[in-house]
């Protein structure tokens, strides 16, 4: 197993970080910019930040907020939500973010994907893919967007393999069914995922125990494991989970 890196995720919404279940309910979990810098202090490898409302609203990303976060830490941020067109990938980097996570953008025009990690690199294109569980899928699941509230009809397994081939450089497989409700990632999900492409994989939606992280690393084969409730709420810092990984002999960054 590759180390593991763990990345807390400010989930963003009129300035506030937010976190709710499968998307809705959402409660204000603090300021973004005293978050991230407390994540980083804690020892987060690195740090997301998802913009949920942009494409519901059909805008960009925020700029002020990338780079008010970024401007207090050093760990790589990737940001996303309503990233798409080239030009939007250019001024998310430019206002201080080292990645940017595409999704609803990459599922209308594929293409975005080749043209983007030729423009910026593989390595600073990660393409989020949302799904939910569809038996008419032949791998059970199918992709979802516009912030989970619309199905697309695409199997997700096969989506994922098609983002490797166009140039994608990590995949961030988010299961509707599990966000924000603290009963452990979709190990399925994850692992599906993790199986059919050579990609850092991060495991997202539904981190509510220690031992779920280990399960994500160990079962879902995710080398990145991104939460939000557990450490916007305090229940664990990330140094906590980093520790208690260790001691089941997980690799990962002291």
Not at 86 to 94: G, K
Not at 150 to 163: L, R, T, Y
Not at 176 to 186: A, E, I, K, S, V
Not at 231 to 247: A, C, D, I, N, P
Request: with cysteine; charged share 25%.
């Amino acid at each position: 197993m590759s180390k593991v890196k763990i990345m807390p995720c400010l989930d963003m919404k009129d300035g506030r970080v937010v976190k709710g279940v499968h998307f809705v309910d959402l409660k204000d979990a603090g300021d973004p910019v005293e978050n991230a810098a407390l994540y980083e202090e804690e020892g987060a490898d690195e740090l997301a930040m998802l913009d949920i409302a942009a494409t519901l609203e059909n805008r960009g990303t925020r700029l002020e907020w990338v780079k008010n976060v970024s401007s207090v830490i050093n760990i790589p941020l990737t940001v996303g939500g309503g990233i798409a067109s080239l030009e939007d990938i250019e001024l998310t980097l430019n206002a201080g973010a080292d990645k940017v996570s595409i999704n609803s953008a990459a599922v209308k025009r594929p293409e975005l994907i080749k043209e983007a990690s030729g423009k910026f690199g593989s390595e600073r294109i990660t393409v989020a893919i949302d799904g939910c569980r569809n038996k008419e899928m032949p791998s059970g699941f199918e992709v979802v967007v516009s912030g989970g509230t619309k199905s697309v009809g695409i199997d997700a397994v096969e989506w994922a393999k098609k983002c490797e081939s166009l140039g994608a450089g990590v995949i961030l497989p988010t299961s509707m069914d599990g966000d924000g409700t603290l009963d452990g990632y979709d190990l399925e999900y994850t692992r599906a995922i993790a199986d059919a492409v050579n990609l850092p994989i991060i495991a997202s939606g539904g981190a509510g125990k220690l031992s779920h992280f280990y399960d994500a690393a160990e079962q879902g084969k995710a080398s990145i494991l991104l939460a939000a409730s557990v450490f916007h709420f305090r229940t664990y810092s990330v140094q906590e989970v980093k520790e208690y990984l260790q001691g089941k002999n997980v690799d990962v960054y002291l």
